[in-house]
């Protein structure tokens, strides 16, 4: 009689979700299709598209939400962006782009933003934009 051999010990640890990938987290959002020009030469779509689709949203919710609220004069500048790439995305189909609030400072907003495809998160971004004064370029 033989032993049953015990499972072998996987060195691979379970992939970490991000906290940013929570859906719940975000209550704006954007859908975007995806274009074949987006795709690179590795056949799926290129980093600089995620960056592309960020801004969009972060437009979006700035024109709804915070323009409203500051002199048409004024002007937001983008300071930081972190970008996060946790799946690939391919070609054809959408795309969901949530965003969020973060940190709300004296002159800047911080967000957090995530983005979907075919209910994957497939990338989460931290961008920090500051409202300038339009005549001394100051924030």
């Known amino acids: 009689m033989t032993k049953a051999a015990a499972p072998a010990k996987s060195d691979k640890k379970a992939p970490k979700t991000h906290p940013y990938a929570d859906r719940t987290r975000y209550k704006f959002w954007n859908t975007d299709k995806l274009r074949l020009t987006d795709v690179d030469h590795q056949h799926h779509v290129n980093n600089a598209i995620f960056a592309v689709l960020y801004t969009s949203v972060r437009a979006d919710f700035l024109g709804s939400y915070v323009r409203p609220l500051v002199a048409k004069s004024d002007m937001f500048a983008m300071v930081k962006i972190t970008i996060e790439y946790l799946a690939e995305m391919h070609y054809p189909g959408q795309?969901?782009?949530?965003?969020?609030?973060?940190?709300?400072?004296?002159s800047s907003i911080t967000f957090s933003q995530a983005m979907y495809k075919d209910g994957v998160c497939c990338s989460v971004a931290e961008a920090v934009m500051v409202l300038l004064d339009p005549l001394t370029r100051r924030a």
């Open 95 to 106: 795309v969901e782009v949530g965003i969020v609030i973060k940190r709300l400072g004296s």
